[in-house]
């Protein structure tokens, strides 16, 4: 997929550029680490694609684009030693490999760095990116601590599930791309319709990685298969199980998510659980329909369709993946 | 001190009505219990007082000087997790309260309501003060990060000591000040003379507290007597009598602050230590000296000396305190 790869390079060779540097270096490395262990770098590369609808000269988009993989980067070091995750694309989290303060301290000087990569916007466009990505923050604070809390809690809605998912990821895809387009100066109207294409955009990749998380391609990379199950982490399958199982499948699914267990024994018993309800279809349905909506405000965005194409290629390529 | 009363009474009052609150709670309890901690409130009192210097319509700085205060409070969440520590103005730190992910949260929430605070302003406000916020806010951590880095490092020069507390706790000072300075439209010579008075007050204000903590009266609130030297904290004190001690003197003093002991024993002997190479007078002097290079920048300041006799009377608040 070539105009991906195109925009990722872009991406890679900037975060060279400007990878954040500094003393001491206790405070910059793990800043690096966690930069450079990659990833696809989607949510600057739909801020460059979404600029590119409306303006070819990609420059100026450019460390603004930055600012978001920085925050998505500072997020992913906040929640690990939160989850207490060991590993993070197959390599060891930043609380792992220096220590929980380190992981602490540079996550916040890495918020800091994200916030400042706007600042070569002019004032009157610096302002609006601003109050975007700063809303966006906090919505994204407020999703993490949603997902803390449904640890604990026995009941949860779906729309209570969606409301989580938009502000623990949707929102910052939705972030990256009006402000995209508020740096290319297209109206309002444009990109507000671009906000809720990228928040609908957001919602299905992560009911898709909640599905390819247990359904998906084992030669997944950086990811365990249903590692989900194993950690009891409960995703919208979960959820979904709970609102159709009958009595005696809540009590087996609650059983298994209540214990430690890394035999194949309760994965094969959860999945098993799933097909019979049918919330693997029921994922896809989900998936799709959000899908739909995305594709509704990316058709009402006025500039022609050979423009978004990319975009929808993008779709097709996030939602039809297997892994 | 009825001048510090009015403006302190401004701020708590604007604490009050500006308070984050939103959803789920369990988010934004934690940032209202700190910030109704109470405190001096002496970053957001300075940021009004430089403003009154030039303007008398205080309402445009007040959301700004609390956004300073958000900062604060958000550092002291994080700091209070890396330095484990149980109390904070007498009452449990956040993380004991509640739990350390939640602290690591709720700060990184706080900190980017601390941002929101300057959205108010106009653009051509906003954007330098938050290029200001954002390079203060990225020298705290640096700040912070020398300082853990101090706790493992046996020789620390005077100069790198210096260096450590201008990050952690005088840059903000600074910062606030010329906030107050940009706000109400002064020039730049005045606006930099500010800052630079506000960077030696708080270098000269955290030497304060580290001879106070110490030689301070016992009758202190929040703090216990010589709290340093029983948390092993290495301050000017300890790094002036590592430099001027003999062998005999250094080894004790690397054993005392090597190991824990809540006995007076250890408070004693350091005390005494540090009296025998009479590190008390010499801190002192230190204090007047940054208290000298203050006040020499706000000589500097093109305005008349009744305008700024509130800050000479703050100078003699702060710096001849007992504790």
């Given at each position: 997929m070539s105009?991906?790869?195109?925009?990722?390079?872009?991406?890679?060779?900037?975060?060279?550029?400007?990878?954040?540097?500094?003393?001491?270096?206790?405070?910059?490395?793990?800043?690096?680490?966690?930069?450079?262990?990659?990833?696809?770098?989607?949510?600057?590369?739909?801020?460059?694609?979404?600029?590119?609808?409306?303006?070819?000269?990609?420059e100026k988009a450019i460390k603004p684009a930055l600012g978001i993989e920085f925050f998505h980067n500072f997020s992913l070091i906040h929640d690990d030693i939160m989850d207490q995750a060991p590993l993070r694309r197959n390599k060891k989290t930043v609380h792992v490999k220096y220590n929980e303060n380190t992981a602490i301290l540079s996550g916040d000087a890495l918020f800091v760095k994200s916030f400042q990569m706007l600042e070569d916007l002019e004032p009157s466009l610096f302002k609006p990116c601003f109050e975007l990505f700063s809303k966006t923050a906090l919505e994204v604070c407020e999703g993490q601590q949603y997902d803390m809390n449904f640890e604990t809690r026995k009941e949860i809605s779906f729309e209570e599930y969606i409301h989580m998912i938009t502000g623990k990821t949707a929102v910052l895809c939705a972030c990256a791309i009006k402000m995209g387009a508020i740096i290319a100066k297209t109206d309002k109207e444009n990109s507000d319709n671009l906000y809720e294409f990228g928040k609908y955009l957001g919602i299905a990749f992560q009911l898709m990685d909640d599905y390819l998380d247990v359904f998906g391609n084992e030669?997944?990379?950086?990811?365990?298969?249903?590692?989900?199950?194993?950690?009891?982490?409960?995703?919208?399958?979960?959820?979904?199980?709970?609102?159709?199982?009958?009595?005696?499948?809540?009590?087996?699914?609650?059983?298994?998510?209540?214990?430690?267990?890394?035999?194949?024994?309760?994965?094969?018993?959860?999945?098993?659980?799933?097909?019979e309800l049918e919330v693997d279809k029921m994922c896809l349905e989900l998936v799709d329909s959000y899908t739909n909506l995305a594709k509704e405000y990316l058709n009402k965005v006025k500039v022609s369709s050979e423009k978004k194409q990319s975009f929808f290629e993008l779709i097709d390529y996030l939602l039809l993946r297997e892994s």
């Amino acid at each position: 997929m070539s105009f991906l790869e195109k925009y990722q390079n872009i991406i890679s060779q900037s975060i060279n550029n400007f990878i954040p540097d500094g003393e001491p270096s206790e405070l910059y490395e793990p800043m690096k680490y966690i930069l450079h262990l990659g990833g696809k770098r989607l949510r600057p590369v739909i801020l460059l694609m979404a600029y590119n609808l409306f303006r070819e000269d990609i420059e100026k988009a450019i460390k603004p684009a930055l600012g978001i993989e920085f925050f998505h980067n500072f997020s992913l070091i906040h929640d690990d030693i939160m989850d207490q995750a060991p590993l993070r694309r197959n390599k060891k989290t930043v609380h792992v490999k220096y220590n929980e303060n380190t992981a602490i301290l540079s996550g916040d000087a890495l918020f800091v760095k994200s916030f400042q990569m706007l600042e070569d916007l002019e004032p009157s466009l610096f302002k609006p990116c601003f109050e975007l990505f700063s809303k966006t923050a906090l919505e994204v604070c407020e999703g993490q601590q949603y997902d803390m809390n449904f640890e604990t809690r026995k009941e949860i809605s779906f729309e209570e599930y969606i409301h989580m998912i938009t502000g623990k990821t949707a929102v910052l895809c939705a972030c990256a791309i009006k402000m995209g387009a508020i740096i290319a100066k297209t109206d309002k109207e444009n990109s507000d319709n671009l906000y809720e294409f990228g928040k609908y955009l957001g919602i299905a990749f992560q009911l898709m990685d909640d599905y390819l998380d247990v359904f998906g391609n084992e030669r997944m990379v950086g990811k365990k298969h249903a590692g989900d199950i194993y950690e009891n982490k409960k995703t919208i399958l979960f959820f979904l199980a709970l609102k159709r199982g009958d009595e005696k499948q809540i009590e087996k699914l609650n059983y298994w998510f209540s214990i430690k267990d890394d035999s194949d024994t309760k994965v094969n018993e959860v999945i098993n659980i799933f097909k019979e309800l049918e919330v693997d279809k029921m994922c896809l349905e989900l998936v799709d329909s959000y899908t739909n909506l995305a594709k509704e405000y990316l058709n009402k965005v006025k500039v022609s369709s050979e423009k978004k194409q990319s975009f929808f290629e993008l779709i097709d390529y996030l939602l039809l993946r297997e892994s």
